[in-house]
């Protein structure tokens, strides 16, 4: 040992310039029933044949599950169209963005992200000694041309939120077709369409055809928000079968569970629950969009299950001061301080009910009484 040796293990560098991920609150000291709008989860819940699934899975639970989730794998490829061998399942999207991050940076290397873009992939660039390069947004939405003026010869992934959480943004097809053509080929662009099933515009796509044609580009899906499954954590992606082969040999070999695989496989196929709960995402979106402008409040348009609700600076009119008047009340909307949005709260899209509390909820605090809970 020499006399420079630490006194302790020392995480790698990178690690301790991570703030570690803050998940939306689920409970407030001292109020009973809450309505949970911080984490934009379903909320009509899975569909029914996916807890049957998932009850059965319980029967067998001292076996290892299958570790290809072949079965989910065969679902996921029957419902798109993609042979199953180009997908790859995940510990909720979140562990491929980590598996991908894992792969392919290293110290030394960049990976970039937009400026409002979701905070997991700051974290992951970190946590491999890599370097967070951020690129700024217009209009809370991504800019092709800010992406492209950043890349570097060490820029090794390019991480595009489409649609981004938290701000619901998009970015229309044509322009990912224009960032991905100008992107030199061994940048691999990771397309996270967490959202995508929510999105109704004709000009766009999740970057499913994308990731089947060209050498360097994924997509990532997830189980945790229209299917209403984020507890047992499902995501897959699909990409060129380079990058499927190297996720293959880094993952864990079990990284599903068995209750998850046999759940997810059930979810989609369930056309029916999926269809039930982007009617509820529709009316509601344009519902409260236009019930919160109402109240003076700009509601930033959004392609989601969520929206971005902006607070005047005003003392007692803040985005803070709301999020406790609200919590007082049992809604839980989401603080984005963190995301570079302080003046701003991000609601998921709740129940009817939970829906229509926040809007009276809304209605009193930007009503004189100034307040009062
Ligand atoms: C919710 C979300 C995910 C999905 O996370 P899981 O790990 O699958 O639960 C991925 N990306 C974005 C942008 C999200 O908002």
Not at 93 to 106: K, N, Q, R
Not at 176 to 196: F, I, M, S
Not at 214 to 221: D, E, F, L, Q, S
Not at 230 to 247: F, M, Q
Request: charged share 20%; glycine share 8%; aromatic share 6%.
């Amino acid at each position: 040992m020499t006399a420079s040796a630490p006194a302790l293990p020392q995480p790698r560098p990178g690690v301790l310039d991570i703030s570690a991920y803050v998940p939306g609150r689920d409970h407030v000291e001292g109020v009973e029933k809450v309505h949970k709008l911080s984490s934009n989860e379903n909320p009509l819940g899975p569909s029914p044949q996916a807890i049957e699934a998932f009850r059965a899975a319980a029967s067998s639970l001292e076996i290892y599950p299958d570790g290809g989730a072949t079965v989910l794998r065969e679902a996921i490829g029957q419902k798109y169209g993609i042979d199953p061998a180009r997908i790859v399942c995940g510990t909720g999207s979140d562990e491929l963005l980590s598996l991908l991050t894992h792969a392919y940076i290293g110290p030394g290397d960049e990976g970039l992200f937009t400026q409002h873009g979701f905070l997991v992939y700051r974290i992951n660039i970190l946590a491999n000694g890599g370097t967070p390069v951020v690129a700024e947004e217009t209009d809370l939405t991504a800019s092709v041309d800010a992406i492209l003026a950043k890349v570097t010869d060490r820029t090794r992934i390019v991480f595009l939120a489409n649609p981004n959480n938290p701000t619901g943004t998009y970015l229309p097809f044509d322009e990912v077709k224009r960032l991905h053509a100008a992107l030199p080929t061994n940048v691999l662009l990771v397309l996270d369409a967490a959202y995508a099933e929510y999105v109704r515009r004709n000009d766009y796509a999740s970057g499913l055809e994308l990731a089947l044609t060209a050498p360097n580009v994924v997509m990532c899906r997830t189980f945790s928000k229209i299917y209403g499954l984020a507890a047992l954590r499902i995501g897959w992606l699909v990409g060129p079968a380079h990058v499927v082969d190297a996720l293959n040999r880094i993952r864990g070999p079990f990284n599903l569970n068995a209750p998850a695989i046999a759940a997810g496989a059930a979810a989609i196929r369930d056309d029916a629950h999926i269809a039930a709960a982007l009617a509820h995402n529709d009316e509601w979106l344009a519902r409260l969009t236009r019930e919160i402008e109402a109240l003076g409040l700009k509601v930033t348009p959004s392609v989601g299950n969520f929206i971005l609700i902006h607070f005047p600076t005003t003392p007692g009119r803040t985005a803070k001061e709301a999020d406790a008047f609200l919590g007082r009340r049992g809604l839980l909307l989401r603080a984005v301080a963190a995301y570079g949005l302080p003046n701003a709260l991000r609601m998921t899209i709740g129940s009817a009910e939970a829906n229509e509390l926040v809007v009276a909820a809304l209605k009193d605090f930007m009503s004189a009484g100034q307040g009062n809970a």
